[in-house]
């Protein structure tokens, strides 16, 4: 076996996927730690996680914290950019790329602010999908020659506020969902005496795998069906309309595994594209939404968490896809508008929180040798596990755990103490971690003892909400990167799965990424008294991060902006740390009040120092604790 340093980091790179899921941004350096690289070269600025959390303590702030990484952000929009640019040259294609990107995905105002800052060289607009989403495009993207574009379902103020929009001089274009809105923006724009820019969002009949398809197919929820846009044609037509329906859209679902489903898409919207020319609309944009996959898992495969296409091919599919669709119909080639939002925020920003405890089966009680009158099941026990070797594991599995089963039932009739029954257990568990030891050396392992790995796996308590931070997680078993952040020159020896800290049995984490599928359990390192071990959650930049919720009362975790530095001796700094939440934010926003729950405590303290209960020094004490710990952060401390 390796026991170089070198080496057995070169091994944990594998072990934990790195390179398949961090696509060029993370990497492990020469002294275990796991680091980003935020150009994607080795010899660029590389940024230690180590040194990121030592300063992030100096600062005073505590874990769990969110990480965010502007440069990776940065990065990826102008990756989107420059790959749809390059395909479209490759292909001579004839109209332009004007991405947007889609708010929900992360709504924080800074990761917004970013992305425009980074797209504005390739007018790089915005997508909102509510009122709320609209008011922030309106305010963030003030470059006219951007797109903002506006999704989902709409009331009267909506289309009010993107006239006001247009009014501006902004190109926005409302996208129609449902028929029901065409009568409304015809009325709305006519009592403004506004212009509006329209889409139509095509309804199609192509639908994919993946988890998210639901929002395609004939049954989707969104947008027209043919015979709906011939109809809304004819309405617009009526009203003296018609020039303004700008652009086409479909949204097929987000993370589409499968390129074959894209091209599909691709085919069909297309088609609908040159036939609505053909009836007279001046489309100018192609709009084909988001659904650019990321490689959560690492397997570039059609996997649900995964993706089997890279970004190039997938430009390069669309453009090449609607070019030969136009030519044949003789249409112009139209502008092409994305909504990629996954893909440019997955990888920016991650969750590093600090393991707390080792949750196992094995509590250590000392099993002294044979004492006059004990039971004969906890005999029975030491006999087996005495006689433990590599040819008879098996029939000593099948007798221990017997004999653990009968000392259950021993217990619950009365017929053994609980220390015996704590002895019982203890030469159990430590018999069956023996066993796994020769398990793992044998080339055929029975079925039966296959599963022991899983059995006897620790939890390790995080300083986490998985409602939180990896909401995804928990509500559709979508799989995340997560690993130390540390030691990984070190090999890792503790199977574990995780669990966090809310009271929820739900609040656990047993699906990790294995190089085939999926595994219930995660090596970890074995945690030291004397040291603070840190793992991460990764790739929580999409979606994860704003949907975080208030399950247990944890509310949002503290946040720290980091940027590359090349002069910088550690290569980046702390931008800006954003407070998590407090004990009384959260509380306030259940509607209690923290003032005067401060003030019954302090009635009710007060007039124990007046009893002669409490000491009035100590009284003073105690009302600052309470009040110190309704101002502090929500998670352990
Ligand atoms: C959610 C959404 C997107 C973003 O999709 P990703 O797969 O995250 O890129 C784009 N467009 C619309 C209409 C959406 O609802």
Excluded at 108 to 118: F, L, N, S
Excluded at 191 to 198: A, D, F, K, T
Excluded at 254 to 281: M, N, W
């Amino acid at each position: 076996m390796n026991t170089d340093p070198e080496g057995i980091a070169e091994e944990n790179r594998e072990r934990y996927h790195v390179r398949d899921w961090g696509n060029g941004y993370f990497s492990v350096n020469s002294k275990g730690h796991l680091c980003v690289l935020p150009e994607k070269r080795e010899d660029g600025p590389t940024i230690d996680f180590l040194e990121v959390i030592e300063e992030i303590k100096n600062l005073n702030i505590s874990f769990p914290t969110v990480i965010r990484f502007h440069d990776i952000l940065r990065s990826q929009v102008r990756l989107l950019n420059t790959t749809f640019r390059a395909a479209i040259e490759e292909c001579e294609y004839q109209g332009q790329f004007f991405g947007v990107y889609p708010v929900k995905v992360n709504q924080m105002r800074e990761v917004v602010e970013e992305i425009i800052d980074a797209g504005q060289p390739f007018d790089y607009g915005l997508e909102a999908g509510s009122k709320p989403e609209l008011l922030a495009a309106l305010a963030h993207n003030a470059n006219r020659n951007a797109l903002t574009v506006l999704n989902g379902y709409k009331d009267e103020d909506y289309i009010r506020l993107a006239l006001l929009g247009r009014r501006l001089g902004r190109k926005i274009i409302i996208v129609v969902e449902s028929f029901s809105e065409i009568a409304l923006i015809i009325r709305v724009a006519k009592e403004l005496g506004v212009e509006p820019m329209i889409g139509f969002r095509a309804k199609l009949a192509a639908h994919g795998s993946g988890r998210w398809a639901g929002a395609s197919g004939e049954k989707g929820k969104f947008g027209l069906s043919c015979g709906e846009l011939l109809r809304a044609v004819d309405l617009l037509k009526e009203h003296g309309m018609v020039h303004c329906i700008k652009l086409l859209h479909f949204h097929v679902g987000s993370q589409i595994p499968d390129i074959r489903f894209i091209k599909e898409a691709i085919t069909e919207a297309g088609r609908i594209f040159v036939d609505l020319v053909a009836l007279g609309l001046p489309l100018e944009y192609f709009d084909v939404g988001g659904g650019l996959g990321i490689d959560y898992d690492g397997s570039r495969s059609a996997g649900e968490s995964s993706r089997n296409y890279t970004l190039e091919e997938y430009a390069f599919d669309i453009i090449d896809g609607l070019q030969i669709i136009c030519d044949q119909a003789g249409v112009a080639h139209p502008h092409i508008v994305s909504e990629s939002g996954r893909f440019v925020t997955a990888h920016h920003s991650c969750v590093i929180t600090n393991v707390i405890d080792n949750i196992h089966q094995l509590s250590e009680v000392p099993c002294p040798g044979r004492e006059a009158g004990e039971h004969n099941l906890l005999s029975a026990m030491r006999a087996s596990a005495e006689d433990l070797n590599e040819r008879n594991f098996q029939e000593i599995f099948n007798d221990v755990q017997q004999c653990k089963d009968d000392a259950i039932s021993a217990f619950r009739f009365g017929v053994i103490s609980i220390s015996e029954r704590a002895r019982i257990e203890t030469l159990y568990w430590s018999t069956l971690a023996r066993i796994q030891k020769i398990v793992e050396e044998q080339p055929f392992v029975p079925e039966e003892l296959q599963r022991l790995g899983e059995l006897q796996a620790s939890q390790y308590l995080c300083n986490f909400s998985i409602f939180q931070s990896a909401a995804d997680s928990w509500a559709i078993g979508q799989l995340l990167p997560i690993m130390p952040v540390m030691r990984l020159d070190e090999r890792p020896d503790v199977r574990c799965s995780l669990v966090d800290i809310t009271c929820d049995s739900d609040g656990k984490i047993d699906r990790f990424i294995a190089k085939r599928g999926v595994e219930k359990t995660l090596l970890l390192h074995s945690l030291k008294a004397d040291e603070e071990y840190y793992i991460g959650l990764f790739l929580t930049g999409a979606y994860q991060d704003v949907m975080g919720d208030m399950h247990n009362l944890f509310g949002r975790l503290n946040e720290v902006h980091i940027y590359g530095d090349d002069d910088d001796p550690n290569d980046f700094y702390i931008e800006e740390m954003i407070k998590g939440s407090s004990a009384q934010q959260v509380l306030t926003t259940m509607q209690y009040n923290p003032e005067i729950m401060a003030r019954t405590i302090k009635k009710e303290i007060d007039q124990q120092v007046h009893q002669g209960w409490i000491q009035p020094r100590e009284g003073v004490r105690l009302v600052d604790f309470y009040e110190n710990c309704l101002a502090d952060y929500t998670y352990l401390k």
